[in-house]
């Protein structure tokens, strides 16, 4: 009864946005619109990152490389696996955990201590621990 309910409210929650998706039915991208928009949600997360942090020309450069290599890490590995036809969707999100601790390891390299500290305030803690939970979780699985 309990999971009914939850399963209602949900559908209910959601309809007003499936209702929204079927009016606005975009044209898929071309993978120059693709590649774009990829580079450009890069871009605005090293913009956040250099005022929020205060980071020098050094760090922007090497933050940018491990954007850019993690992320694209992350979508290659993560086409690959549709491509696959994977549907465990606990392994998508493990792909997505590996990918984020690399960046976090990276990011701590060229961060002082007063900017990581701000970087951990900003939710990469709060992310962290998810992380690890999920990580427990899974491993409990087994």
Sequence with gaps: MRA???ILTALVAL???ALFAQEEQRA???PAEEEKQF???IENQL???TQSLDLADWQVFYLDSILVNDFKGLRDELKSMSEAKVSNEDLYILVQDKWADRTYDAVKKILNEQQW???LKMGAARNKKI???RAA???GKK
Excluded: F, G, H, V
């Design 28 to 30: 898929p991208l071309s």
């Design 47 to 49: 913009d956040k990152y």
């Design 137 to 139: 979780k899974l491993e």
């Design 4 to 6: 009914l309910k939850i």
């Design 117 to 119: 500290n701000k970087y």
């Design 131 to 133: 992380r690890e939970k």
């Design 15 to 17: 309809m007003p946005s």
């Design 39 to 41: 580079y450009e949600a």
